[in-house]
């Protein structure tokens, strides 16, 4: 297992076609996760669900929004974290019960889901998944006849770790941030969507408000439950709410560019961090280079700074998935030379100076290094724009180890031998901090300091 993404989920009520706009607002979160899709909607009266494996553009035909009319609804996108890569674990998860149909879709990790669930089987429940996100399920509706929203602010009383939840029932779509606010999630409003009235869209991203022609309305705050049915709006804020301590790999790696996170841009974020790199490690060059598609905006914000100029040189495969997914170390080593290529013309002969959003293996670096000098690069000058991941996530990125990670187990100048690079650099922890002028970020993978206590051997 590797260095696994996240999820991405999305919730709307009151529009027309909540399916078709899940479908819109989960196709501009794959990058989130490509492994399986869903989509649940509410017809009044019951809900329905169709998820499989696969895209979202694959998932999902034209028969199946047939099957799948109403005004609210709850979309997921899914790379495996916690649970196996099979059918069973594919989202939103929906049960029905005495009181009627709950359907969710988490994006995020439970720390404590072992005894949860071991406590939850222990009182007669049974599972169909080995998700952590049903337990969530199980745990609200084994309170649900105390009301939804009590059955709520118990489960999430319950569990510990990161989540952004969006819960629906057949009338009622709910949100949550964990009390850390980890992973991300934000409110829209679609104006117009049904007989002239505004819809509301909850969503992982911002760039899934946009994609449904919505107004980005705020993001959910760590620790709030949104509660949105006919009486419009309900916000609940857990007691013991907790620092804000937002996952910073959301900004180097996960987040689309077009996206903003409480209040920060993703892009402005990759330029910043770009141009603090160029501050603390510069080197002669010719040209400066990003890596596509998250190395991109650091690389402009690097060559803003140290005033070298700005090329493609890369071109990345469209049509592939992340690197990831090759099961094997040989098959993923390979797989860079499909997913990534130089442009002879903006390299040969030139001194260059490449940034990648992060190295992990280290596998996509070795390759790069050899793409780049095959192509007549002169000398590979190779930066990073977020320090060395020595520490495994258990917070939504699944790293079982630390000896995976190859900043864990070499030093620095043995990274750069290994990789092939005339120099290697990556931005300072300060640095990264110093960019985003403000520290609310858990930063877990670089400091092994988590924001929630790992009861996993790190
Ligand atoms: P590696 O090749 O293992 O060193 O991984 C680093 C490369 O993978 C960089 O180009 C990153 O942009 C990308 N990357 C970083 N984190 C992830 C992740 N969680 N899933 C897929 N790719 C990632």
């Known amino acids: 297992m590797g260095f696994h993404d996240e999820c991405g989920v999305v919730g709307i009520y009151g529009a027309e076609n909540a399916a078709a706009l899940s479908y819109f607002a989960l196709t501009s979160l794959q990058h989130r996760g490509q492994e399986s899709a869903g989509i649940a909607v509410s017809d009044g009266e019951t809900i329905h669900l169709h998820k499989d494996m696969g895209l979202v553009s694959d998932v999902f035909d034209k028969d199946h929004f047939e099957?799948?009319?109403?005004?609210?609804?709850?979309?997921?996108?899914?790379?495996?974290?916690?649970?196996?890569?099979?059918?069973?674990?594919?989202?939103?998860?929906?049960?029905?019960?005495?009181?009627?149909?709950?359907?969710?879709?988490?994006?995020?990790?439970?720390?404590?889901?072992?005894?949860?669930?071991?406590?939850?089987?222990?009182?007669?429940?049974?599972?169909?998944?080995?998700?952590?996100?049903?337990?969530?399920?199980?745990?609200?509706?084994?309170?649900?006849?105390?009301?939804l929203e009590a059955a709520v602010v118990n489960t999430i009383q319950l569990i510990k770790g990161s989540y952004a939840l969006c819960i629906m029932t057949e009338d009622t779509?709910?949100?949550?941030?964990?009390?850390?606010?980890?992973?991300p999630l934000c409110l829209g409003k679609i104006a117009g969507a049904h007989n002239g009235k505004d819809a509301y869209i909850l969503a992982s991203?911002?760039?899934?408000?946009?994609?449904?022609?919505?107004?980005?309305?705020?993001?959910?705050?760590?620790?709030?439950?949104?509660?949105?049915?006919?009486?419009?709006?309900?916000?609940?804020?857990?007691?013991?709410?907790?620092?804000?301590?937002?996952?910073?790999?959301?900004?180097?790696?996960?987040?689309?560019?077009?996206?903003?996170?409480?209040?920060?841009?993703?892009?402005?974020?990759?330029?910043?961090?770009?141009?603090?790199?160029?501050?603390?490690?510069?080197?002669?060059?010719?040209?400066?280079?990003?890596?596509?598609?998250?190395?991109?905006?650091?690389?402009?914000?690097?060559?803003?700074?140290?005033?070298?100029?700005?090329?493609?040189?890369?071109?990345k495969n469209k049509y592939i998935g992340r690197t990831f997914i090759a099961p094997?170390?040989?098959?993923?080593?390979?797989?860079?030379?499909?997913?990534?290529?130089?442009?002879?013309?903006?390299?040969?002969?030139?001194?260059?100076?490449?940034?990648?959003?992060?190295?992990?293996?280290?596998?996509?670096?070795?390759?790069?290094?050899?793409?780049?000098?095959?192509?007549?690069?002169?000398?590979?000058?190779?930066?990073?724009?977020?320090?060395?991941?020595?520490?495994?996530c258990y917070l939504g990125i699944d790293t079982p180890s630390k000896n995976e990670l190859i900043s864990s187990t070499h030093e620095l100048e043995e990274i750069r031998k290994e990789i092939g690079a005339d120099s290697l650099a990556f931005i300072s922890l300060e640095g990264m901090i110093k960019a985003f002028g403000e520290d609310t970020f858990c930063k877990g993978c670089f400091s092994g300091e988590y924001p929630v206590a790992c009861a996993r051997k790190v």
Not at 242 to 248: D, R
Not at 368 to 378: F, H, M, S, T, W
């Open 67 to 147: 099957d799948l009319k109403g005004s609210v609804a709850v979309g997921h996108v899914r790379y495996a974290t916690a649970g196996g890569r099979t059918i069973e674990n594919a989202q939103p998860f929906l049960n029905t019960f005495k009181l009627g149909g709950i359907a969710l879709a988490h994006n995020g990790q439970l720390v404590n889901y072992e005894p949860l669930r071991e406590m939850l089987e222990d009182s007669g429940s049974t599972f169909s998944s080995t998700s952590d996100t049903e337990v969530i399920l199980k745990l609200i509706a084994r309170s649900y006849k105390k009301g």
């Open 173 to 183: 779509v709910i949100g949550v941030r964990d009390p850390n606010g980890i992973r």
């Open 328 to 392: 094997t170390q040989k098959e993923r080593e390979n797989m860079v030379f499909v997913k990534l290529n130089a442009i002879r013309s903006d390299l040969e002969g030139k001194r260059v100076i490449v940034i990648d959003d992060s190295i992990v293996r280290g596998t996509t670096s070795r390759r790069l290094v050899q793409i780049l000098r095959r192509a007549g690069a002169k000398e590979v000058h190779f930066r990073v724009s977020s320090s060395p991941v020595k520490f495994p």
């Open 205 to 315: 991203e911002s760039c899934a408000i946009d994609s449904c022609n919505g107004e980005f309305v705020r993001d959910i705050e760590p620790g709030e439950i949104i509660i949105i049915n006919k009486n419009g709006l309900k916000s609940i804020h857990l007691e013991e709410r907790t620092k804000k301590q937002t996952c910073i790999f959301e900004y180097v790696y996960f987040a689309r560019p077009d996206s903003v996170i409480d209040g920060i841009p993703v892009q402005e974020a990759r330029y910043r961090m770009g141009k603090v790199l160029a501050e603390e490690s510069p080197v002669e060059a010719d040209v400066v280079i990003g890596v596509p598609d998250s190395g991109i905006g650091a690389a402009q914000g690097y060559a803003r700074a140290s005033g070298i100029p700005y090329v493609t040189g890369i071109i």
